[in-house]
């Protein structure tokens, strides 16, 4: 089975804007046989309350909710017209947002169980002024809501993350919940520019191991993401290789993620990937 398990479109605002069908035959030629569609959720109207830094980081995030009629409508298109040729998933990558899990368990229980593979991750967490920034979006809002929150220490950033993903690995968000977790260390994306550690220490490894043995107990799987590798400040895939070998040991299946949202990037490093594994 060559599956991709994590994948954008035209819905979401940050892409490319390339059509998810061109993804899809791309998917198709480079023989893959399973390919889910996991556009980012709309995010809760009142988290723009919760949330600072630049207006991109919440703007830019997720696809709006009045576009869901014709997401679900262009991806069920897509399932029909491509069922002889590929398996084709419907579903969501899912904001753990903790300050609006009420929200966040409404919209899954109208929108989850149309769905058929999904992610949950974290892109968000509370820094400076007790309110939440965007992990992934500009260097200087990594920089000033959270690195400085942490007074520059790095290893405690990437605990604070790591954190993050154990509380969302164990909140139960309802039936038909994301059951794979979405790229464990994209707190790592600007590492090069701030010239932050390769590897967790001790203690965040600590923390691995306890994320690893609760996504075993809740037959969670994890994204093997790698959009990092083609970051420009990060070089890596979303987990690295030697959380990806523990994962292995600790019993934690991984799917592959191209994390595609463009057509070029559908079947990145699919190979070196494989090979690894």
């Known amino acids: 089975m060559k599956k991709d398990g994590h994948s954008h479109t035209e819905f979401c605002p940050h892409g490319s804007g390339d059509d998810v069908e061109l993804m899809i035959r791309k998917a198709i030629k480079f023989g893959f046989t399973e390919y889910s569609i996991t ?69 899954w229980a109208e929108y989850g169980p149309q769905t058929q593979d999904n992610v949950l991750s974290v892109h968000f967490m509370q820094g400076a002024a007790a309110k939440f ?21 790095a290893q405690a950033l990437y605990g604070q993350y790591l954190q993050a993903l154990l509380a969302a690995a164990q909140t139960d968000l309802g039936p038909a919940a994301p059951m794979r977790l ?44 790698t959009a990092g590798l083609y970051k420009p400040y990060c070089n890596e895939t979303y987990p690295y290789s030697d959380l990806i070998s523990q994962a292995e040991i600790a019993g934690v299946p991984l799917v592959y993620g191209s994390d595609a949202h463009s057509i070029v990037e559908v079947s990145h490093a699919y190979h070196q990937v494989e090979k690894f594994i």
């Open 39 to 107: 556009e980012h959720a709309p995010l809760p109207p009142d988290f723009q309350q919760d949330y600072a830094g630049d207006p991109t980081g919440l703007t830019e995030a997720a696809m709006a909710l009045n576009d869901l009629p014709a997401y679900f409508k262009k991806c069920r298109q897509m399932q029909t017209k491509y069922r002889d040729q590929l398996k084709i998933n419907i579903g969501f990558e899912l904001d753990f947002l903790p300050s609006q899990l009420a929200w966040t368990k409404d919209f």
């Open 133 to 153: 920034w965007c992990v992934d979006d500009t260097l200087a809002d990594f920089k000033t809501g959270l690195l400085d929150n942490q007074n520059g220490d």
């Open 182 to 225: 979405g790229h464990m260390t994209l707190i790592k994306k600007f590492q090069d520019y701030f010239n932050l550690p390769i590897k967790f220490n001790a203690t965040n490894l600590a923390l691995v191991t306890q994320l690893f043995s609760v996504l075993k107990q809740r037959h969670f799987a994890l994204d093997l993401n």
